[in-house]
Nanobody, 121 residues
Framework: QVQLVESGGGSVQAGGSLKLSCVTP????????RGWFRQSPGKEREGVAV???????LYADSVKGRFTISRDNSRNTVYLLMNNLKPEDTAMYYC???????????????WGQGTQVTVSS
């Protein structure tokens, strides 16, 4: 069973920063892309950022200029640095491994358990 383990969530005031981490297996067959998704209560899960094996990112418009996704393949870890956080960023954040550079969750077969991010105003 493929396990993805997120960490780094927490509570922060608006304007603050958090850095999420996700440790994955060294190799996941057919799933070289790593993505971050989030889900708020009562809302559908949405793609936040995705990165390919070479390090090229793709961002949702809502986080462009504020969030940075990166990966360290030697550590099998993907990161999400979140700056200038807003209350609307409050959500459970999930790490995922998928087969396309897409923010659509249908491309992702492997998911972590999530880490909570809460931003207060």
């Amino acid at each position: 069973q493929v396990q993805l383990v997120e960490s780094g969530g927490g509570s922060v005031q608006a304007g603050g920063s958090l850095k999420l981490s996700c440790v994955t297996p060294a190799y996941i067959h057919g799933s070289t892309y790593r993505g971050w998704f989030r889900q708020s209560p009562g809302k559908e899960r949405e793609g936040v950022a995705v990165i390919d094996f070479a390090g090229s990112p793709l961002y949702a418009d809502s986080v462009k200029g504020r969030f940075t996704i990166s990966r360290d393949n030697s550590r099998n870890t993907v990161y999400l640095l979140m700056n200038n956080l807003k209350p609307e960023d409050t959500a459970m954040y999930y790490c995922a491994a998928g087969s396309a550079k897409s923010l659509r969750e249908s491309w992702y077969k492997h998911w972590g358990q999530g880490t909570q991010v809460t931003v207060s105003s």
